[in-house]
């Protein structure tokens, strides 16, 4: 028998601070829309930092995602720029990151199969994060592709060997799959030998945001704050916002879901605890609140608008990115699979 050092699911960020290269980051985002501030806030910025301390950063443009929970692409291509572009704008380097759409590297996708074979139906039925998703797709029926995506997750994570995936909280039921599919690969077919290691979630510091109407920040709800929405339209937004009438602000995430959550988006723009912009509020009440909202947020977010549109106006920018990417994956992609296949025995005929 092997003993492998079990490594927890939760990655420690100061151990990878201490050695960034032992590690290589693999994340992705669905192109279903533009990204907005709980984006930025709960991955961005994390990835972006990872990046700057030298971790090796793959980026998935998840793009055969998107047809999981819908009955239709919808504008994929503009959303896959927009994507790519609020990533850019965010401070993703694609000298150094490899930014690539699932549907240009065919050999990652194929990893699916032999991945699907090592997980069971029961495992993907009781996922909450996809159960969640088939509720709040209003299909009233789960795609074989919704049921099955947490795989093909493991292939985005496993193809280039990432072991540090920077997600929300959300996304641990496919890290916790991956880290399964990785063990009983090598357990079943590899005779215990580590083709693939397990990977670790980080979480971001940052909570999960709320919209402006109290519920979970999201794309298609129509309540999150776009990075690339201009001045004006951040203040509307904000003005909107749902929040109770006490004038004393305080922060009381339980109690008072919308004023924190106004309270608390302040505290991280300006990198100080929610309690202390609370008190700087005090009796100011929701207006106040609101004002001094819009000026930190716009000035955060000033400096990723100028780059995305100046990354914007560079034509071919985008699509050029994308083929680097892709070649670069698919090369990647290509020796995992064939790894795989000569496990199982394929290479031999
Ligand atoms: N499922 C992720 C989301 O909805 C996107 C994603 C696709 C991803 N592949 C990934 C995230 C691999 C991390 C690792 O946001």
Redesign the pocket.
């Known amino acids: 028998m092997t003993l492998t050092l079990e490594t927890p699911l939760l990655a420690d960020p100061a151990q990878v601070a201490a050695d960034p290269s032992r590690y290589r980051v693999?994340?992705?985002?669905?192109p279903t829309g533009p990204l907005h501030l709980g984006h930025y806030f709960g991955t961005l910025l994390n990835r972006v930092r990872l990046q700057r301390q030298g971790v090796e950063t793959f980026l998935?443009v998840?793009d055969y995602?998107v047809i999981t929970d819908r009955l239709s692409p919808g504008e994929i291509a503009a959303n896959v720029r927009e994507v790519v572009l609020d990533n850019l704008a965010a401070g993703i380097d694609p000298s150094s990151t490899t930014v690539f759409a699932h549907s240009s590297v065919p050999a990652l996708n194929q990893l699916l199969l032999p991945f699907l074979s090592l997980t069971t139906v029961a495992e993907l039925q009781r996922n909450p994060t996809v159960k969640d998703e088939a509720a709040a797709s209003g299909l009233g029926s789960v795609s074989g592709l919704l049921l099955t995506y947490p795989v093909h997750?493991a292939a985005?994570?496993l193809f280039c060997h990432g072991n540090l995936?920077p997600?929300g909280d959300d996304?641990l039921p496919?890290v916790e799959q991956t880290r399964l599919v990785a063990r009983r690969f090598n357990e079943r077919y590899a005779g215990g030998r580590a083709v693939f290691g397990e990977p670790q979630a980080l979480l971001s510091p940052a909570p999960r945001l709320l919209g402006v109407d109290g519920r979970k920040m999201s794309k298609s709800r129509g309540n999150a704050i776009a990075l690339k929405a201009t001045a004006d339209e951040t203040a509307r937004l904000i003005r909107r916002s749902v929040t109770d009438a006490r004038r004393d602000i305080s922060y009381d995430p339980a109690g008072r879901p919308g004023v924190s959550s106004l309270v608390e988006i302040a505290a991280l723009c300006l990198g100080v605890a929610p309690e202390e912009v609370a008190a700087q509020v005090g009796g100011g009440g929701s207006a106040l609140l609101k004002a001094l909202v819009t000026d930190v947020v716009n000035e955060e977010l000033r400096p990723v608008r100028e780059r995305r549109a100046a990354f914007a106006a560079e034509p071919g920018l985008v699509s050029s990115l994308l083929r680097d990417g892709a070649e670069r994956a698919t090369a990647i992609a290509e020796a995992t699979l064939a790894d795989v296949q000569d496990v199982l025995g394929m290479s031999a005929y």
Request: glycine fraction near 6%; aromatic fraction near 0%.
């Open positions: 693999l994340t992705g985002d669905r998935v998840a995602q997750q985005d994570i995936v997600v996304q496919h």
